[in-house]
């Protein structure tokens, strides 16, 4: 399939009307065109199956972008979880009581995370993280969190630029503007770095006797050092703060439930949403029962957490990667795709850094110019009819024959990209260089 790249996509043409009634043109930054391929990504759909994702202009990509930003492990509008959610829809979603698959789901968390004893629901991986963090706060009846990784954003997290503009620059999050964000707060979250103890230590150090929490992932781009964990875990309890593992991103992809199983280490609290609704609104907090009760001892609740779309979905999602062994074709597909890139690579000289979870590989050209290299690839990726990303999410509907065409298109335009790694010669971009996740628009 060979696509002829146009700024007049409809798609574009789309976004060029939204960008003037709606701020920054979207709801979700890592969903714009700009960090992928400004002026040229198709940008808005028609209708998506398995993993595959029709555009406005009537073409047919394969989507290995991330396959709706991690959530959907089952692939686009998966059967069986359609079917309980429009069974949900028929017999009424909402009502004046309550729908008894909150316990249903609970129990089901509760049981793949035998360490937990009582969940709450929400909708968002971000407010489960602000749902997490209050809980937290009121447990301890301390103020400050100390945190690695990225949590979403609220103002609990985002404050931690209010004292240095550069905070969250290392991780992975640069040029996030604190406006809006109570002054107040500043000092009140405090970042340490992936797998080091002397940031974590000074930040401890600072601000011991006020740290009610502590929140990290287990793992995302950066294979995690257990000794490390350990050592965080250790000194929250030493302190008297609640651990939090944020399985957002991490959970249902290497490990049915959440990622911190396979590393053999529990938390007090851990929160998830993504991949456990298959792409439906879904987020749950669980949690050891002397913390999660403080839930009650503070204000936390929102009609829309009581819809019970997100419920079917993630009770059928998990069914099913349960009857599956879902994670196994998950991590088995990454690993696939990780030796692929890695192969073609050192045929052609083009030095890459290949990285992330198993299920969720990434890789990085080593090269000056390596934003411009990544763009040209999304860019020669897009006329092959795919999707591209340099980090993906696997999914089950993955095979191998879809996953040898991916990478046989990657080869083919790594060979384009060739003459132009570790040179200044003019990159033959169509439109703009990508930008940075969170990089302002205008």
């Known amino acids: 399939m060979n696509i002829k790249l146009t700024k007049k996509n409809k798609g574009q043409k789309l976004l060029t009307k939204a960008k003037k009634i709606i701020p920054g043109g979207g709801q979700l930054l890592s969903k714009r065109s700009e960090i992928f391929l400004p002026e040229y990504w198709p940008a808005y759909y028609k209708k998506a199956k398995g993993y595959k994702i029709w555009d406005l202009n009537g073409n047919i990509l394969k989507d290995f972008s991330g396959m ?3 959530s959907c492990v089952l692939g686009y509008a998966d059967n069986e979880v359609n079917n309980k959610v429009l069974k949900k829809i028929k017999n ?3 009502t004046s009581l309550n729908d ?3 316990v249903k789901l609970a129990e089901m968390l509760i049981n793949l ?21 209050r809980i937290a706060r009121a447990a301890t009846g301390k103020d400050k969190v100390l945190f690695c990784g990225y949590h979403g954003w609220q103002d609990w997290y985002i404050s931690s630029n209010l004292s240095n503009k550069n905070n969250l620059t290392d991780l992975l999050l640069p040029g996030l503007d604190p406006k809006g ?14 797998n080091d103890y002397k940031t974590f230590d000074e930040a401890l150090f600072r601000n011991k006797s006020q740290v009610g929490v502590i929140i990290m992932e287990p793992e995302r781009s950066n294979q995690p050092d257990i000794k490390f964990l350990k050592y965080i875990k250790r000194k929250a309890k030493e302190i008297g703060a609640v651990f939090i593992f944020d399985e957002i991103t991490a959970g249902f992809h290497d490990q049915l439930g959440g990622k911190h199983l396979k590393l053999g280490i529990n938390p007090d609290m851990a929160v998830f949403s993504k991949a456990m609704g298959n792409g439906y609104p879904i987020a749950a907090i669980i949690g050891v029962k002397e913390v999660m009760n403080y839930a009650q001892n503070t204000f936390i609740s929102s009609l829309m957490w009581t ?13 099913k ?15 696939k795709i990780k030796h692929g890139w890695g192969d073609i690579a050192n045929s052609l000289n083009i030095d890459i850094q290949i990285s992330g979870m198993d299920s969720i590989p990434e890789f990085n050209f080593q090269d000056k110019r390596a934003k411009m290299l990544h763009t040209y690839l999304n860019q020669e990726m897009l006329k092959y009819g795919f999707l591209n990303n340099n980090r993906l999410a696997t999914t089950y509907v993955y095979n191998d024959k879809a996953i040898n065409n991916y990478l046989d298109h990657i080869y ?9 790694v570790n040179n200044n010669k003019k990159i033959p971009l169509l439109g703009s260089v990508k930008h940075s996740t969170f990089k302002r628009l205008n």
């Open 100 to 102: 008894p698959d909150e």
């Open 181 to 194: 964000i109570p002054k107040k707060l500043q000092n009140t979250a405090i970042p340490f770095k992936w």
């Open 113 to 133: 995370h035998p360490w937990s004893d009582m969940v709450r629901f929400a909708k968002t991986g971000g407010e489960a993280c602000a749902i997490a963090i």
């Open 92 to 94: 009424a979603s909402m």
């Open 307 to 319: 819809e019970s779309v997100g419920l079917a979905a993630a009770i059928e999602t998990i069914k």
């Open 321 to 335: 990667m349960k009857k599956h062994n879902v994670q196994k074709y998950l991590v088995k597909y990454g690993k």
């Open 412 to 420: 083919k335009s790594f060979k384009k990209i060739k003459p132009f």
């Open 68 to 70: 709706g930003v991690l």
